[in-house]
């Protein structure tokens, strides 16, 4: 089955109603020449580091691409994101690639379940930051935030950069545990997509923080009150730049927008900057002058040739009819 010895009592008891010790299970299992996978690797070694004293002082982010399905699914990431204090684990999502929507997801995760913490720790991956100059000013410096840095600078979060891996020890370990765990649990549920694999993840979760977390020395949680979701949802999504045209228009993705006030169109002075916010849902919402606004797509008018607004303007011209001299006229001569 591949699972170790503590795994195995586990599930025994949760699958099978079999109740034994781990010292049982391993005598029980290295009788009958089954050893467990842990004891086959060579002991890592890295300097530890203190944990926080409180929850939501430290929250660790990375994701994992892995076989998570084993060869019933092609590989996909586990974004996760897990608290320096107690080792719990805040939230997770599963997405075919690390990207930006799975870490906004996480992220929405924490704050709603717990709240907003005093940091996050990341890597230094391109979602997070872009490469600068140690002399690089203040001011480039905060031009310079991606995405995911400005939202997190608008909840008041933090971003610590991790230059190692072996400094991320606590989500490193996450992903060994993980690795070890969730493949082996995912294929006894026989879970085959990743669509049931994220339906799976709160249960697995669950058993996983009251298996493995620990008890913060500082009882007193630092995650500060969350907004609601609708700021939320405001905050941790995409966005795009744009600058208004003439005809208070702009674009995105091909298509041509303006910005509805009530039901009114919004006048907007030409190259006006307008900031595109791409909420989880799929809704646009253009945010100019600190407010926000529906986005409506504006379509041109078919064109219309002279000669079609003439007939338009003044409707379909009368047949010709000839007059009492013409009639003689035209009888005379013919």
């Known amino acids: ?106 992220l929405k995760q924490v704050t709603t379940n717990y709240g907003i913490p005093d940091a996050v720790y990341t890597d230094r991956h391109t979602i997070f ?33 991790a230059l190692t891996p072996q400094a991320k020890g606590r989500i490193e370990r996450l992903w060994q545990t993980f690795q070890d765990r969730l493949v082996i649990e995912l294929r006894l549920a026989g879970i085959n997509t990743m669509e049931e694999a994220i339906d799976f993840l709160p249960g697995f979760i669950k058993k996983y923080n009251e298996r493995f977390s620990v008890v913060p020395l500082d009882p007193n949680p630092a995650y500060r009150p969350c907004p609601d979701t609708r700021v939320l949802d405001l905050t941790l999504c995409k966005r795009a730049e744009r600058k208004a045209l003439n005809g208070s228009t702009f674009s995105y993705l091909g298509k041509t927008y303006q910005l509805i006030d009530e039901s009114n169109i919004l006048p907007l002075r030409h190259n006006t900057k307008i900031t595109i916010h791409i909420l989880p849902d799929g809704e646009l ?8 606004y529906k986005m409506e797509e504006f379509h041109k008018p078919e064109p219309v040739s002279k000669q079609a607004e003439r007939i338009e303007a003044k409707g379909p011209r009368e047949p010709y009819k000839p007059g009492p001299d013409q009639e003689v006229y035209y009888k005379i001569k013919f």
């Not at 195995?8 to 290295?30: M, P």
């Not at 530890?48 to 660790?60: A, D, F, L, N, Y």
């Not at 919402?285 to 926000?292: A, E, F, V, W």
């Open 1 to 106: 089955m591949g699972a170790n010895y503590s795994h195995t009592t586990e599930l025994l008891a949760e699958n099978d109603n079999i109740h034994l010790g781990i010292s049982s299970v391993r005598r029980i299992l290295k009788k009958a020449g089954i050893t467990s996978p842990k004891e086959h690797r060579p002991p890592k070694i890295h300097s530890s580091r203190h944990r926080m004293p409180r929850e939501g002082m430290i929250v660790q982010m990375d994701a994992s691409l892995h076989q998570w399905l084993e060869d019933r699914y092609p590989s996909f990431s586990l974004v996760s994101a897990i608290d320096d204090a107690t080792g719990k684990v805040l939230g997770a999502t599963l997405r075919k690639r690390e990207d930006l929507e799975g870490y906004f997801e996480v």
């Open 129 to 161: 930051t872009k490469y600068l100059s140690i002399d690089d000013e203040p001011e480039e410096i905060e031009n310079s935030l991606t995405q995911f840095g400005k939202a997190i600078s608008e909840l008041g979060i933090n971003h610590i950069f």
């Open 285 to 292: 919402l253009g945010k100019y002058n600190g407010k926000y």
